[in-house]
């Protein structure tokens, strides 16, 4: 009888002690649960942080500045003179390519005018013609020599003028026809610089017609004239 008694108790003590093993097996299944939801939870904390990070945009480093934000030595910077000098803010006088530097009317420039012009009793008076200025005063009056294709007297033919072609004539001009200086207008027509006669040609025009022509004493007077010498 002791026997069956002492073996129930040990039933009785083992089913006591089976569910404590069971709650103690499924507190450990819950708390291993719990320890996995915590380490998703905590990843997932981890994966938004990454993501609110990766969405704000980075500060970016200007490279056209130094790490303390200043220009660094060495840059280079576009500017106008007249930002840094005020006389250049003064517009520099452009120079006349068709003037000689004191503003005149150069030797050797060619004027196109019309016969009647220099001469009221021409024969062709709407005749078209050439003439080359060998003197200009500081009013710009001009003395000027008529240059012709044509042979005839008092005439002298220009070596380097138009291929040898032209010639010109022994007459120096101071005044239109009517009696007024002759001067850069409508009358007489500038041609272009292009069209000049070289200085050996005007040296040889100038020494011709004030040295060796017929009317040279006419021509020195009206040269003198234009200087504003008196007679």
């Not at 006591?16 to 299944?29: E, L, M, S, V, Y």
């Not at 000098?85 to 503003?103: F, H, L, V």
């Not at 005149?104 to 024969?123: C, E, M, N, S």
Request: proline content about 5%; charged content about 45%; cysteine-free.
């Amino acid at each position: 009888m002791k026997k069956e008694k002492e073996k129930k108790k040990k039933r009785s003590k083992k089913e006591k002690k089976a569910p404590k093993k069971q709650t103690a097996r499924a507190q450990g299944k819950r708390s291993g649960e719990r320890s996995k939801q915590e380490k998703k939870g905590g990843r997932k904390k981890e994966k938004a942080a990454a993501k609110q990070s990766a969405e704000k945009p980075k500060k970016r480093a200007n490279p056209s500045r130094t790490a303390g934000g200043r220009v660094p030595q060495g840059r280079t910077l576009k500017t106008q003179d007249k930002n840094l000098d005020q006389e250049a803010e003064k517009p520099k006088k452009k120079t006349n390519p068709s003037r000689t530097e004191s503003g005149r009317v150069p030797q050797g420039r060619t004027l196109k005018t019309k016969d009647k012009y220099l001469d009221k009793k021409a024969k062709e008076p709407e005749k078209e013609r050439p003439v080359v200025v060998i003197e200009a005063n500081e009013n710009n009056d001009l003395a000027v020599v008529q240059l012709t294709s044509r042979e005839g007297k008092d005439r002298t033919r220009l070596k380097n003028y138009q291929q040898g072609e032209s010639l010109f004539k022994h007459y120096v001009e101071i005044e239109d026809d009517e009696g007024k200086p002759i001067r850069v207008n409508e009358k007489f027509k500038e041609n272009h610089p292009n069209m000049d006669v070289s200085r050996q040609d005007v040296d040889t025009i100038i020494d011709t017609v004030l040295n060796h022509s017929k009317p040279m004493q006419k021509n020195r007077k009206r040269i003198d004239k234009l200087r504003g010498k008196k007679e």
